[in-house]
């Protein structure tokens, strides 16, 4: 799927990043990941449809753009999505429990309890 410009993989992937694993009006990020350097909705989307494991973004890649706003397009660097709570260029929300799955997709990023 075409969103922005951007190649997004994953399972039913709409034109603002949600898939079939997350789909609240808030799930409109994608993550770049480092194995493939292709964006995906959620680690469950690159579990399901790639040929390969999962390779987290390394940590001295944070300064480069890895997540993308499903709503505007704009990308963003690890450094600058985590811990925000919309995107800094269209102002649409992103979903708080995403921090949830931090150490799934960024090197250096501890586990935190469950936030929903």
Known sequence: ???HG???RGV???SETRCAH???DRDVVAIKFACCETYYPCFRCHEETADHDIEKWPLERRADP???CGACGTELATQEYMGVDACPDCGTDFNPA???H???YFEGV?????RR
């Open 22 to 24: 997350y789909g609240t």
């Open 66 to 68: 890895a997540v993308l």
């Open 102 to 104: 931090y150490h799934l």
């Open 1 to 3: 799927m075409q969103v």
């Open 110 to 114: 501890e586990e935190t309890p469950d």
């Open 12 to 14: 039913d992937v709409d």
């Open 98 to 100: 995403c921090a949830n």
């Open 6 to 8: 951007h190649e997004v």
